[in-house]
């Protein structure tokens, strides 16, 4: 691909004291996508996100924003970045509007209102409009920070951790905003402790954990990871589990036991043993493998690790 990327990092490093928080990114996010940054508390994401955003000055590394590198181009880059912050951060002295305006204003545009209100629309606060930013809930603070970040069309779009503390009306409309800006041709870039969010919405996700970037690729690719892996939750009402499937069990509580097959047909005899050495199911589950489950296991090292024979 020959078109310059939305978003491209390289070697990006940035230590706090005795802390590297940023130990080498590599990262490029193509124009249009819906890209997926996760990962702990502490991964770096917002400390990436802070170099993007021109606020925090990396001690190795580049990074541009729709071609433009954000140290030496600053302005420029961040013309192209809407940037919804993990904090909530607001003037108590302005309304909804006033706020937008003047955040408009950063960006020299002065005839902005149609998209202010077409903003405010979408994002459920039109009815909030001229009430003062201190007498809205922490959810329609967030509701404006999302506001804010799109005052000016920015190309890109960064959400970190957009939904923390948002209601389940606001989320669905919220996504299905993001979805159509994305549709538009935004690059949308989010950050979320919701992976069932970020499975249902990302086409590409990177993982982060210590400063790196320790997994990156397509949603499905990502998944279908898990997909010989079947979970599958049995509890006895009596007997025991069958010794050939002793290997198998991921976890056991009382007579509940967790266990992972590489193969759906192994149910069968699986339960046929247990029936054979007169055992009884009180439940049974089958799970299937979701994002959840690739990031707990990308995180503790062990997705590559020897699969159950
Ligand atoms: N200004 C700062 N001074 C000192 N340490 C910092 C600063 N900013 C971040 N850190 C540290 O850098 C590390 C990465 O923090 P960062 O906020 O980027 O993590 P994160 O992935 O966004 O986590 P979370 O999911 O909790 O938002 C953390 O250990 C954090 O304490
Ligand atoms: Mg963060």
Request: net charge neutral.
């Amino acid at each position: 691909m020959t078109t310059t990327a939305a978003i491209l990092v390289e070697g990006l490093t940035k230590r706090f004291g005795g802390l590297q928080a940023l130990d080498g990114i590599d990262l490029e996010v193509h124009r249009g996508e819906f890209f997926g940054l996760l990962g702990p508390n502490g991964a770096g994401k917002t400390t990436l996100i802070s170099v993007l955003a021109g606020l925090c000055r990396p001690d190795k590394g580049r990074a541009r924003v729709m071609g433009h590198d954000v140290r030496t181009e600053y302005r420029n880059a961040r013309r192209m970045l809407g940037v919804v912050p993990q904090e909530i951060v607001f003037d108590p002295f302005f309304s909804v509007r006033e706020t937008l305006v003047i955040q408009s204003g950063y960006f020299g545009l002065r005839h902005n209102d149609a998209w202010i209100d077409e903003i405010l629309e979408h994002l459920g606060l039109a009815s909030k409009a001229d009430a003062n930013m201190r007498s809205l809930s922490g959810g329609m603070k967030r509701r404006v920070l999302v506001a804010q970040a799109l005052v000016h069309r920015p190309p890109v779009i960064i959400l970190d951790e957009p939904t923390a503390g948002v209601d389940v009306e606001l989320r669905q409309s919220l996504w299905a905003f993001i979805r159509r800006l994305n549709q538009d041709g935004h690059t949308i870039v989010l950050t979320t402790h919701y992976l069932e969010e970020a499975e249902a919405l990302c086409g590409r996700i990177a993982m982060m954990k210590g400063g790196r970037v320790i997994a990156l690729d397509t949603t499905a690719n990502l998944v279908g990871l898990m997909r010989d892996r079947v979970l599958v939750r049995i509890t006895l009402a009596g007997g025991a589990l069958p010794e050939a499937f002793a290997a198998r069990r991921v976890s056991s509580e009382g007579s509940s036991h967790v266990l992972r097959l590489g193969d759906p047909c192994e149910v069968e005899p699986l339960l046929a043993q247990i029936r054979e050495s007169g055992g009884r199911i009180a439940e049974l589950s089958v799970m299937q493998p979701d994002l959840e489950e690739v990031f707990v296991q990308t995180m503790r090292g062990t997705l590559g690790s020897a699969e159950p024979t």
